[in-house]
């Protein structure tokens, strides 16, 4: 299995490899989420089209994620919406940023310049399966540059251990049968997680989920960070 440097969950970090992969910087850009109380989320610009989180993985999270992907394996149907998602099945060890990266800039409206690396790979990937998809990203030479550039300029130094026990999820908007939902894109999963009817806005609705499902499970770990891919910010 092919090994990536880790991203950080900094939007300066997350920002610059979109921008350089072909994202058009005046319309979207990556942002703090500072906390998942009601008036730091009004912080946050909207509309929020996508949500990134970063998030221990525990033993109590790991169970519960091999009975989710044991459900997903024994539905015998998927929301024909599905299908017109991109999910990529993770192979890269410590590409779970990237992956979380391009579930988001693949599964939402955000605008990116023709012909550059995102949009050869999101072109590349419609007809693709997840494994295929899979199989492009660890051969295609459109990422490794600008993955390797952008990993080195975070604000921690590259770990010379490249192991870690932190993973990036996401959480994107979706139609099933006409109704939104929030769906959850992990490369570490057996499909897509469909999490629910959105009952107020993407935003909130994942608040709430990571509040009830994660940090309830991270037995009292504080290595949580979320950012939202939405318009740039205002400051």
């Not at 997350?14 to 992969?21: E, G, I």
């Not at 007809?127 to 295929?132: F, G, I, L, V, Y």
């Amino acid at each position: 299995m092919s090994r990536w440097i880790p991203l950080e969950s900094n939007p300066e970090v997350l920002n610059s490899w979109a921008n350089k992969a072909g994202l058009d910087k005046e319309e979207s850009q990556f942002s703090d989420i500072y906390g998942l109380d009601e008036e730091l989320l009004a912080m946050v610009p909207k509309p929020v089209q996508a949500v990134l989180l970063l998030f221990p993985i525990s033993k109590t999270l790991e169970a519960k994620r091999r009975e989710e992907d044991e459900k997903i394996r024994s539905e015998s149907s998927i929301p024909s919406s599905f299908n017109s998602l991109i999910w990529i099945k993770q192979t890269i060890s410590n590409a779970c940023g990237t992956i979380g990266l391009l579930h988001a800039l693949a599964n939402t409206a955000v605008k990116y310049t023709p012909q550059s690396p995102l949009a050869q790979f999101i072109d590349a990937c419609r007809d693709k399966t997840p494994a295929e998809r899979a199989q492009f990203l660890e051969t295609t030479p459109l990422f490794a540059e600008i993955h390797a550039e952008t990993a080195s300029t975070g604000q921690s130094t590259v770990p010379i251990d490249l192991n870690t026990d932190l993973h990036f999820t996401c959480f994107v908007e979706a139609d099933i049968e006409g109704v939104p939902h929030v769906v959850e894109l992990d490369g570490r999963r057996a499909g897509i997680m469909d999490r629910g009817k959105i009952l107020d806005d993407l935003l909130t609705d994942v608040a709430s989920l990571v509040k009830e499902t994660f940090i309830k499970s991270s037995g009292g770990s504080i290595q949580f960070s979320m950012t939202s891919l939405g318009p740039p910010p205002e400051w």
